[in-house]
């Protein structure tokens, strides 16, 4: 992302060479480490925001590893139980917390949505420096917590264990994740009030990409569930150290209370990971299909419809906890009507596809990637909403398997095609195709391997968190399993030696590279720091592909005559 | 203060004064709603336990001093009209007034905390805060059931967590409007540009809204 000095004064002298007045793209506009430390241009903030959570992505894939590693033989012979419970708890806290949750929106949503709205930066640009460091700050407490002594509550912090009996860091990791919540809360305040009173004359809010309604719902939910998960975190965190009673049955408190607090923000928080990325996905689709996409209109309802339905179903988490049976049926029920909005988007996607001219490009590859992936892992959704069968799958791999496909499957796809995608335009330098596409066919491949085997490990009964198991037929499909993630761990090392390698030896991006639709495809790639040298006005809807068509053979058939004439 | 050094309040992002004002003031409304939801998570808790232990709650809520929290809950609504008086006072450009009204709030602000020190203090003598001195009597007039001393305690829990959490907020206040003063006193703001003065009164009404709420569930309800 910040190439080395000598490479700096070579950009610069090449763009002399061909623009002499024109200002500085944002990379070479100011040099060293301050520059970018205290800068408060969102573009070097969202890249800042890219290299924290790279960093956390690969910690967490380290200790996934660990446990795949651990579970290829049935006997716990890698590692003891009591650091099997911390791998877990790490590779679930870390990519939960460190990754998945901040990752879209605070990398390509502090990155684009100014662009794509037509705003010179976001409204509080040192808001969102700020958010920066606070981010790091909880960071490095959850990392301190890690390796410090561990942690082993599950990512879930279920009371009373976390609260009263665990011997480990909980404290520092829930104070961390408190304050790592005041940096999401940072970044959906500053993209609401940004989408809100910051978009250029002439963008209307129907004309508005589909990826900035997606960062507009995530940030409706980041600001109604994040305080109440610190909230809730907090009161673990005093009732560890006052014995504050609130959840200790002790004391007359009630641990089902802290599941219900606590799943009012950690599911909603699952659509805080998959809404943005679901955004990504539209703007490849439209991207690669050269089409406008079907029904825009209602994609952006059913954001707007996962983001409120999204705070009625928590209590799907709960069936076996001991809840009414009226309560259980309830949410039941509305967790099945989640699916509404989810099928309207696959149904739109599906048909955006429909006579389009597709061209299979590395991000496009991500993307059919992630509808197929997105298929499994939200059907198996409705599966798991219905009482009968979550009874029965409860805590066993089938939620593991259900939950990654959704996650990683939908999340991480998503953020690997929109890095392929808007690359280019953030560091002004190409990839080489070839691996890339190689990569992105790994992951599809060795996600599914690996996940697959555990839906069927969880139907067969094997439970989550176990770190022996009994069962010699269950090893098979475990080997599978971490076979898979091999393959998975070199689909997503791939990435991280070409696109460094094009950073310095790559091809300079022209300005649209994709030919796609946009506004942040109008300006020069990397752009310059207040992404506008003109005032912009925008006179066209989203994704006008037909009359950017139009316009392309205008300027042909212009040419044309004049090389006549 | 010159009219170029007023200019620069404008910050080269936004196209106007309008689009800056308006976002400012949005994005604490934005941060409103997450406060709302910040406390609702521990409003929730104490509704649940108050409705689950009715009688320990009144017992426990009888021990609060009724005289302390009413003259604060005075104190805080004062508060709110010398807010609203530092907003007026800046939309007119009356520098005087305006630090006048802020240094006002503050020491408002402040009587509130004085207050809720000696009620803090007065928990401490009696053995009310919860920890291995706590020790619990129903001193209602008249005949109650029987009380469960871990639900008292518990209530003490939840006042001490709420009311503390609430004191965080006012001391915030304060230090916002210690900022809001100085720069007052240096001339900073004008009738141009004066947005940190309605968006600090944002904050300073929802912190007393918050008190408008805890006063009542905690000392009113269930006493005679």
Do not use: C
Request: charged share 10%; aromatic share 16%; glycine share 8%.
């Amino acid at each position: 992302m910040n190439p080395g000095p000598g490479q700096k004064e070579q950009d610069m002298s090449s763009t002399a060479e061909h623009q002499t007045d024109a200002p500085p793209d944002y990379l070479n506009d100011g040099y060293g480490l301050r520059s970018w430390l205290l800068t408060t241009d969102h573009k070097r903030i969202a890249m800042l925001y890219l290299m924290s959570v790279t960093i956390f992505f690969m910690m967490g894939s380290f200790f996934a590893a660990l446990i795949r590693a651990e579970l290829v033989t049935p006997e716990g012979d890698l590692v003891t139980p009591d650091m099997y419970n911390r791998l877990f708890t790490m590779h679930g806290v870390i990519m939960v917390f460190l990754f998945l949750i901040p990752t879209i929106p605070a990398v390509f949503g502090n990155f684009f949505v100014p662009i794509m709205i037509g705003a010179k930066d976001l409204a509080m640009p040192r808001l969102n420096l700020a958010s920066w460091y606070v981010f790091n700050v909880g960071a490095v407490l959850i990392l301190y917590s890690i390796f410090a002594g561990g942690l082993d509550t599950g990512w879930t912090f279920y009371v009373p264990y976390s609260s009263s009996y665990s011997a480990t860091n909980v404290v520092t990791a829930a104070v961390g994740i408190f304050i790592a919540g005041f940096a999401s809360i940072m970044t959906g305040l500053n993209l609401m009030v940004t989408i809100h009173r910051m978009r250029a004359p002439g963008m209307t809010w129907f004309r508005l990409p589909l990826f900035v309604w997606a960062n507009y719902a995530t940030s409706i939910i980041i600001l109604l569930g994040t305080p109440v998960v610190a909230i809730t975190i907090l009161m673990v965190g005093a009732e560890r150290m006052f014995q504050l009673g609130i959840f200790d049955p002790a004391y007359g408190g009630d641990p089902i209370l802290f599941q219900h607090l606590f799943w009012f923000y950690s599911h909603p928080a699952v659509y805080i990971m998959v809404l943005p990325a679901m955004g990504i996905q539209s703007e490849l689709m439209a991207a690669f299909a050269r089409k406008r996409i079907f029904g825009y209109r209602y994609v952006v309802y059913s954001s707007l419809g996962i983001a409120v339905l999204g705070f009625l179903v928590w209590g799907h988490h709960m069936y076996t906890s001991g809840q009414s049976a009226y309560a259980a049926a309830v949410f039941s029920i509305l967790t099945m009507l989640v699916a509404v909005p989810s099928a309207v988007k696959t149904f739109n996607w599906t048909a955006t596809l429909y006579r389009g001219s597709i061209s299979f490009q590395t991000p496009m590859l991500y993307a059919l990637a992630f509808m197929g992936l997105f298929l499994v892992g939200g059907l198996t959704g409705v599966m798991l909403g219905t009482l009968g069968i979550d009874v029965h799958v409860h805590d066993t791999y089938f939620v593991v398997a259900h939950f990654h496909y959704v996650m990683v499957g939908v999340t991480v796809s998503a953020f690997m095609g929109g890095l392929h995608y808007w690359w280019p335009k953030m560091t002004g330098r190409l990839y080489p195709s070839f691996p890339s596409k190689i990569s992105a066919i790994l992951v599809f491949l060795g996600f599914n391997l690996t996940f697959f085997p555990q839906f069927l490990l969880g139907f067969m009964g094997m439970p989550r968190r176990y770190h022996a198991y009994p069962v010699e037929d269950w090893q098979v499909l475990n080997v599978l399993s971490s076979a898979g993630a091999t393959v998975l761990g070199v689909g997503f090392l791939l990435p991280a030696v070409y696109l460094t390698w094009s950073l310095f030896r790559g091809k300079r991006a022209p300005a649209n590279p994709w030919g796609a639709v946009g506004l942040e495809w109008d300006i020069p790639s990397p752009p310059t720091k207040h992404n506008f040298e003109e005032d912009v006005v925008v006179t066209h809807e989203a994704y006008d592909y037909d009359a950017r068509r139009d316009a392309i053979a205008a300027a042909a058939a212009a040419k044309q005559e004049a090389d006549l004439v | 203060m010159s009219e170029a050094v007023q200019n620069s309040r404008l910050a080269h992002w936004y196209r106007s004064w309008e689009e800056q004002t308006e976002s400012v003031t949005l994005a604490m409304w934005f941060f409103l709603v997450t406060e709302v939801m910040f406390f609702g998570g521990i409003f929730t808790a104490y509704l649940i336990y108050r409705a689950q232990n009715p009688e320990a709650f009144a017992a426990a809520s009888h021990h609060l001093d009724i005289v302390m929290g009413g003259v604060n809950t005075a104190v805080l609504i004062g508060s709110s009209l010398t807010v609203v008086m530092s907003v007026w006072a800046a939309e007119r450009g009356k520098q005087k007034a305006l630090a006048t009204w802020l240094f006002l709030t503050m020491l408002l602000g402040l009587t509130f905390l004085v207050i809720k020190y000696f009620e803090y203090s007065a928990k401490f003598e009696h053995n009310l805060v919860p920890g291995a001195s706590f020790e619990f009597h129903d001193t209602r007039a008249g005949e109650h059931g029987y009380v469960d001393p871990s639900r008292a305690r518990m209530f003490f829990h939840l006042y001490f967590f709420m009311t503390g959490l609430h004191a965080l907020h006012m001391i915030i206040g304060l230090g916002i409007y210690g900022v809001l003063l100085f720069n007052t006193l240096k001339g900073k703001y004008s009738v141009r540009w004066h947005d940190p003065i309605p968006v600090a009164g944002l904050y300073w009404h929802f912190v007393d809204l918050v008190w408008i709420f805890l006063f009542p569930l905690l000392y009113l309800i269930g006493r005679h």
